[in-house]
């Protein structure tokens, strides 16, 4: 959590994190690709339901005997944080957001929020913003073998930074073959976009080593790069 200003802030940020490239807990977080029917909205990803601190009998609006006395549960944590927080500056907002795991954390923590019918809580939420809530976008495409289905509107940039908006993500299976000439050149061209990006829009756009790299694993998985925070804040500053 973060606050805008030292004395009486007006606006409070929960950020959940994404996933630990070393952690296996993480990842066996999101590969758990089982449903948990969650009423009044579907069936969502249960990985993640967990991950934010579902229990053994769903989701109680206070837990009197957690599955794991030993263990903190991420959305009871913090929505006790937030009623303490909040109560003391009643003017102050706040908002919600998260990066790959966390962003789909960020999204469950506003829904269970809604369920238990938090409504003072959600009278003080100014948005939720989420990024790259899942590993990579397309994934778990949408098909009929495994009945997953992304919500909403598709906002995505461009190798150019120029924003699009979409009913539908474009080009919905990232394993497809007929695509895959495609996203190699434009591995590629992230690559070497890297190289003159700094000579175009200036010294503040040069890319690290360890990004650098990313950009030539991305010659072997495309679309890995663009997972890092680079492209996000790329994308803030150029974006149209």
Not at 139 to 151: E, Q, R, T
Request: charged fraction near 20%.
């Amino acid at each position: 959590m973060f606050q805008d200003t030292n004395a009486n802030p007006n606006l409070y940020v929960v950020s959940f994190r994404g996933t630990e490239p070393f952690n296996a807990r993480d990842w066996a977080t999101d590969v758990d690709l089982s449903w948990y029917k969650f009423k009044g909205i579907g069936q969502i990803h249960r990985g993640f339901m967990k991950a934010l601190g579902l229990q053994n009998n769903g989701w109680p609006k206070e837990i009197i005997e957690p599955d794991d006395p030993d263990h903190l549960y991420a959305y009871y944590e913090t929505r006790q944080m937030l009623r303490d927080i909040l109560s003391r500056n009643e003017e102050a907002k706040f908002i919600v957001t998260g990066h790959s795991l966390g962003g789909a954390l960020a999204i469950l923590f506003v829904a269970v929020l809604t369920m238990h019918g938090e409504a003072e809580l959600l009278e003080r939420l100014e948005g939720v913003y989420t990024f790259r809530a899942a590993k990579v976008p397309r994934l778990p495409f949408d098909n009929k073998i495994l009945f997953y289905k992304h919500f909403w509107e598709c906002k995505y940039y461009t190798s150019w930074y120029k924003e699009k908006v979409l009913a539908e993500e474009p080009n919905k299976n990232y394993f497809s073959l007929l695509l895959a000439i495609p996203k190699f050149l434009n591995a590629v061209w992230e690559l070497i976009r890297s190289f003159i990006i700094p000579c175009l829009k200036g010294p503040d756009y040069r890319e690290g080593w360890l990004m650098t790299l990313m950009r030539m694993v991305g010659l072997v998985i495309p679309g890995l790069p663009a997972h890092c925070p680079q492209d996000y804040t790329n994308a803030t500053r150029l974006g149209s």
